[in-house]
């Protein structure tokens, strides 16, 4: 029986190759000369840390476009708000990866009223959708890509 994979995921390679894109444009730029700006990365947790408000705002920009470059679709991204500390302004930007609950839930829902002649499961971090034939498989892929989601989708695993 045919079957598929939706997952989201982010790769950590490309996450790192976007992180290192960014901090090498900040220290070539001539408007962040002289100043303190950097990009850091602890997992999927990144911090922008910059001098200005202004400045974390445009190295937000760049990183958003970094990923983009890197094939990481910046729907991912979840940034938090800027805080200021000592003389530095922060944010905080958490890569979602991984498919929560509600979200699986929510993916199975719209398959089952999409009335597809296939069937989803939850599987811990991901949904298995299995049918008898492939073209309703690639039907229901085509379907979730039209969906507007707060996260990324990958579909791998497919099997005939």
Known sequence: MPSFDIVSEVDKHQLTNAVDQVNRTVGNRFDFKGVDAEVEMNGY?????????????????????????????????DVGEPEQSGKAVKVKITLKNGLDKELAKKIVKLIKDEKLKVQASIQG???????????D???????LREKELEQPLQFNNFRD
Not at 46 to 68: F, G, K
């Open 125 to 135: 971090d991901q949904v298995r959708v299995t049918g008898k034939k492939r073209d």
């Open 45 to 77: 947790e990144l911090t922008v840390r910059a001098e200005a408000d202004i400045q974390v705002t445009q190295m937000v920009d760049m990183l958003r476009s970094a990923l983009i470059k890197c094939d990481i679709d910046p729907l991912a991204m």
């Open 137 to 143: 498989l690639q039907h229901c892929i085509a379907t």
